[in-house]
């Protein structure tokens, strides 16, 4: 009978972390429609990328209220987590504050954590006032209208509710408040408990001991559906950032090929194709699924925290357009968990849908408003590239459906006759000289 | 009015049987567009002046493709790319100068993958290294204490991590230089890129330049410097939009420079 609590305990963890993992599988398979890409190249480079942007949060504090309050908020959640450690082996062993025998260690430790809790629920009150009574701009655009806004606030609810509950827990702990040794903040809160009985005080702290693991493990299981799952997801994807200059665009293999072949007169245009060449599919040019993005990309589109920052640099964006990059991003999360359904859906295969990204999620409009600025590139916290999924999408716009805007097709036509944009001779390129 | 520019060609360089210190590469920008011309000829002054053995390529010259590219049509790129680097690699070319950030980053970072590797500077680079070897002097003069703001193109900033060497040959002119709120990294594109040059704008609410230009405005400048034909042109239609071009002026850095020199 007295094992009860650590079996319902011992589920309650393996059900909680068993879908966390199912749901971690989807993420990677997910992932993994996208095309392979080399970033096998400068790991020392890659790792102190991850280490400076998503440890030490340097991109965070270029707007710095925001970037100070999120790093209470991060260095809060990551050192309040060393508590669940205590909570899962108590959980597990039946035994209470299975570290308090560290003594002093034990009570600066804790000490730490209830202020922290206390920074958090500060922190994040301000969160919520910014998002709701304030209204930045950024958090309004229409793009945050329904879930998006409600995941934003949902995860303040919770963060309050795990605070509140973990500095009652410590409150309502008769043990640890006559130890009175880290309980810094929750002294303050046991006399509003004082004239309960103790059988009544130990109902309480039971209630908010599992209230908190157990919300814990709820919040682990949200992160799946929600922007929050940058706080796992900026590990990687700082990691396989851009690592040369912003300017530079990659060369496609497969044009350069082509282009070596026509370029080459030693090689005769009719000759048979070399072996195992004929049967290849002949290769899709740029992206208008999220099949056709590179895993880099969609890794990015799940890891993007809809901050809006990338929007509000945007030069097309500040200007009235409908281009956010912020939307590229989200849209190309939200077709990829599509496919993904679709897949889970139909045993493993991907039946065609009649939808792709472009069209029904992004429009040639939003496309075609990029200056390739690369403000939302510089901007983004985590090291998100946007600009490189618009640049895909128009290559299949151009490449794929020749359905550029008449005067960019009037520029190339230009280009491939005169060697420049507009209707000049090229054999007038020097006239300026004597001009 | 015709001057007196020294603008040698590859061609020429080749049959003397001699090789010029670098290329000057003048775009198409800088060749044909007739505000962009007058900058392409204040660089070259300034070349004349500090001696420097340049050639162009002229009529061998073509399009680096970056409107191409950066409108999705890789393959008109690559074309461009692989002509233009098969000249260069013919006349053993190893140092570029452009005035055009587009050229540069086109050329500087996308020709190295197609067989193109060349040391590639921009223009206010290339000026700030003949300063400080002293092949080049410049003085205040009529730009003393002017207030002049430095508008950065994306290209040259953001995209190249470009941001000192234009500033630094401002200040070098003894002029009062103001920056705007969003600069450097943070600098708002003049609406130009990404072949933006070269169609209307989609709809909305206000242009690029104009958003751009009031930024510029608002730090109260006697001049608008700029180091990109494209951002230059995008920049004085600002200016016009907002009525200013009696009081303000829109120029290239090679522009200040070769002024302040008389030239
Ligand atoms: S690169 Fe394109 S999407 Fe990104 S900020 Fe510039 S204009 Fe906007
Ligand atoms: S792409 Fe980056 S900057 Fe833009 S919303 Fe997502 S996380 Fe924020």
């Avoid at chain 1, 939307?327 to 679709?342: A, C, F």
Wanted: negative net charge.
């Amino acid at each position: 009978m007295s094992y009860l609590p650590q079996i319902l305990f011992a589920i309650a963890l393996i059900a909680g972390i068993g879908y966390f993992t199912r749901n971690v599988k989807k993420l990677i398979r997910n992932i993994k429609l996208g095309k392979d890409i080399d970033v096998s190249d400068n790991t020392s480079l890659r790792w102190k990328n991850m280490s400076m942007i998503a440890l030490g949060q340097s991109k965070m504090v270029k707007r710095p209220i925001a970037g100070i309050l999120h790093i209470i908020v991060y260095l809060g959640f990551v050192i309040i987590n060393i508590e669940v450690l205590e909570i899962i082996i108590d959980g597990l062993t039946g035994k209470h504050r299975i570290f308090s025998s560290l003594g002093s260690i034990y009570g600066f430790l804790i000490g730490t954590f209830e202020i922290l809790a206390v920074l958090v629920l500060i922190t994040v009150i301000i969160f919520w006032l910014r998002r709701n009574v304030i209204k930045l701009k950024r958090f309004l655009s229409s793009e945050m209208k329904g879930w998006p806004k409600s995941d934003g606030n949902i995860i303040l609810y919770f963060e309050v509710v795990l605070m509140c509950l973990f500095l009652t827990m410590n409150a309502t702990d008769l043990k640890f408040q006559a130890m009175d040794s880290g309980n810094i903040i929750s002294q303050f809160i046991a006399p509003w408990f004082s004239n309960l009985p103790e059988s009544t005080l130990h109902l309480i702290e039971r209630t908010t001991w599992w209230l908190h693991i157990l919300g814990i493990l709820v919040f682990l299981n949200y992160l799946y559906f929600s922007k929050h799952l940058h706080i796992l997801l900026a590990f990687p994807n700082t990691y396989y950032g851009k690592l040369t200059p912003k300017g530079q665009f990659n060369n496609l293999e497969a044009v350069t090929k082509e282009v070596k072949m026509m370029m080459d007169p030693n090689i005769d245009p009719f000759a048979a194709a070399p072996e195992g060449a004929e049967d290849a599919v002949p290769e899709k040019f740029g992206a208008s699924d999220v099949q056709d993005l590179s895993w880099v990309n969609l890794l990015n589109a799940y890891t993007c925290t809809e901050c809006g920052r990338c929007t509000s640099e945007c030069p097309a964006n500040q200007t009235g357009k409908k281009l956010s990059p912020r939307k590229i991003m989200m849209d190309t999360r939200d077709r990829l968990e599509e496919v993904g359904k679709n897949i889970d859906a139909n045993n493993g295969e991907f039946k065609d849908d009649g939808k792709q990204l472009l069209g029904d999620y992004i429009t040639n409009e939003e496309l075609w408003a990029c200056t390739s600025c690369n403000a939302c590139v510089e901007a983004c916290p985590v090291s998100i590239d946007p600009l490189n999924i618009i640049m895909q999408m128009r290559q299949y716009l151009v490449m794929e459906q020749s359905a550029a805007p008449t005067e960019l097709n009037n520029m190339m036509t230009n280009i491939e006759n005169n060697g420049a944009p507009w209707p000049y001779n090229q054999m007038d390129r020097l006239n300026w000289k004597n001009e | 009015m015709s001057e007196q520019l020294n603008v040698p060609t590859m061609a020429e360089y080749m049959t003397q049987g001699k090789q010029p210190e670098v290329l000057f590469w003048v775009g198409c920008a800088g060749s044909f567009d007739d505000r962009a011309k007058k900058i392409t000829k204040a660089f070259v002054r300034l070349l004349n002046k500090a001696n420097v053995e340049f050639a162009v390529l002229g009529t061998e010259e073509s399009c680096t493709g970056d409107p191409a590219k950066r409108s999705g049509n890789e393959f008109l790129f690559q074309m461009q790319a692989v002509t233009n680097i098969e000249v260069l690699n013919a006349y053993e070319i190893k140092t570029i100068v452009t005035a055009c950030p587009h050229c540069f980053n086109t050329i500087k970072n996308e020709y190295p993958g197609l067989g193109g590797n060349y040391n590639v500077m921009h223009h206010t680079q290339f000026l700030k290294n003949l300063l400080n070897d002293g092949r080049l002097t410049v003085e205040g003069g009529q730009f003393k204490g002017k207030r002049i703001t430095f508008h950065d193109p994306c290209y040259l900033g953001r995209a190249n991590d470009v941001y000192e060497a234009p500033r630094d040959l401002i200040r070098k002119l003894d002029a009062e230089l103001v920056e705007m709120k969003s600069c450097k990294s943070r600098g708002l594109c003049c609406g130009a890129g990404g072949a933006q040059m070269f169609k209307e704008p989609e709809k909305g609410n206000k242009d690029v330049n104009v958003e751009r230009t009031e930024q510029a405005l608002e730090t109260k400048p006697e001049i608008i410097a700029a180091g990109c034909p494209f951002c230059n042109t995008m920049m004085t239609d600002g200016v016009k939009a907002k009525e200013r071009e009696s009081d303000i002026e829109v120029m290239d850095i090679a522009e200040l420079i070769a002024n302040a020199q008389d030239l």
